[in-house]
Antibody, heavy 112, light 107 residues
Framework: QVQLKESGPGLVQPSQTLSLTCTVS????????VSWVRQPPGKGLEWMGA???????DYNSALKSRLSISRDTSKSQVFLKMNSLQTEDTAIYFC??????WGQGVMVTVSS | DIQMTQSPASLSASLGETVTIECLAS??????LAWYQQKPGKSPQLLIY???SLNDGVPSRFSGSGSGTQYSLKINSLQSEDVSIYFC?????????FGAGTKLELK
């Protein structure tokens, strides 16, 4: 069955770079897209960006200058990198795939 | 970006009641609308896709309707396990955007 699982550091210092990994199973990255969505504590959902089945990417314009999404199809992994983190980037970060599948999310706190 | 205005922000209802949550898109999204349920500490779960298609395993008391810019989620015969936050999402245009959410509580 389709599963997604996020992993990465729980704490990042301000101005540093966040690196997250989404490991998927039950489908191939070459046949389905993966998106990243984040949710600040107690707030709503924000789509960050996606990597499509063909490997091209699409980003939320509000984050585009700081965000990069890539993948390793052989390892069934999708990567998110976002630089210049600030406290307002504190959120739960989810990866999702078409069909409404979501990972459990990873809480990232930006603090010194 | 397409704006999704969701209402109400919160809702209190009794067991067995029927509740309706609405989403208004800032432009026509041609039924490319999904509804999610999110329980505390959990990831969102897809309830409805393409405005009115029930996702596998979702109870039939949930239904979606609408077209153009106006969409709604209806929950018939409210159950205790339906206490959650509900979000709409448009996926007609990039970036996909979400409504602010509706917090459903029991009266």
């Amino acid at each position: 069955q389709v599963q997604l699982k996020e992993s990465g550091p729980g704490l990042v210092q301000p101005s540093q770079t966040l690196s997250l990994t989404c490991t998927v199973s039950g489908f191939s990255l070459t046949s389905n897209s993966v998106s990243w969505v984040r949710q600040p504590p107690g707030k709503g959902l924000e789509w960050m960006g996606a990597i499509w089945s063909g490997g091209s990417t699409d980003y939320n314009s509000a984050l585009k200058s700081r965000l990069s999404i890539s993948r390793d199809t052989s390892k069934s992994q999708v990567f998110l990198k976002m630089n210049s983190l600030q406290t307002e980037d504190t959120a739960i970060y989810f990866c999702t795939s078409r069909g409404g599948y979501w990972g459990q999310g990873v809480m990232v706190t930006v603090s010194s | 970006d397409i704006q999704m205005t969701q209402s109400p922000a919160s809702l209190s209802a009794s067991l067995g009641e029927t509740v309706t949550i609405e989403c208004l898109a800032s432009e026509d999204i041609y039924s490319n609308l999904a509804w999610y349920q999110q329980k505390p500490g959990k990831s969102p779960q897809l309830l409805i896709y393409y405005a009115n298609s029930l996702n596998d395993g979702v109870p039939s008391r949930f239904s979606g309707s609408g077209s153009g810019t106006q969409y709604s989620l209806k929950i018939n015969s409210l159950q205790s396990e339906d206490v959650s936050i509900y979000f709409c999402q448009q996926n007609y245009d990039s970036p996909p955007t979400f409504g602010a959410g509706t917090k459903l509580e029991l009266k």
